[in-house]
């Protein structure tokens, strides 16, 4: 009964940032490999970032390279995706996602799925 409860979504205006979160809850968060994807209308979902369970491997796709990075604090069983000069393609809703297997979230088979938050960029 793996759950993840993104926040942090919301209107922004182009050339902003926004923070993402992903809490995780009823999994061991250090061992499962975390991913973030992204749903525009119109378009197929997308693996926007992730990172395995050490924090020594980490994608992103070629649309967000050099703007968004992915970060996570087992601690705190929490994954986040900071989003820095934010562009109207952006616009999306953002889901987090949780596999044992890493190459499971890059090939967008994860297991589990958050509810997604809903990011919107203006011009």
């Known amino acids: 009964q793996v759950q993840l409860v993104e926040s942090g979504g919301g209107l922004v205006q182009a050339g902003e940032s926004l923070r993402l979160s992903c809490a995780a809850s009823?999994?061991?968060?250090?061992?499962?490999?975390m991913g973030w994807f992204r749903q525009a209308p119109g378009k197929e979902r997308e693996c926007v970032a992730s990172i395995n369970w050490s924090r020594s491997s980490t994608d992103y796709t070629n649309s967000v390279k050099g703007r968004f990075t992915i970060s996570r604090d087992n601690t705190k069983s929490t994954v986040y995706l900071q989003m820095n000069s934010l562009k109207p393609e952006d616009t999306a809703v953002y889901y987090c996602a949780a596999d044992l297997d890493y190459r499971k979230i890059t090939g967008g088979v994860t297991g589990y799925w958050g509810q997604g938050t809903q990011v919107t960029v203006s011009s």
């Open positions: 009823r999994l061991t968060f250090s061992v499962y490999a």
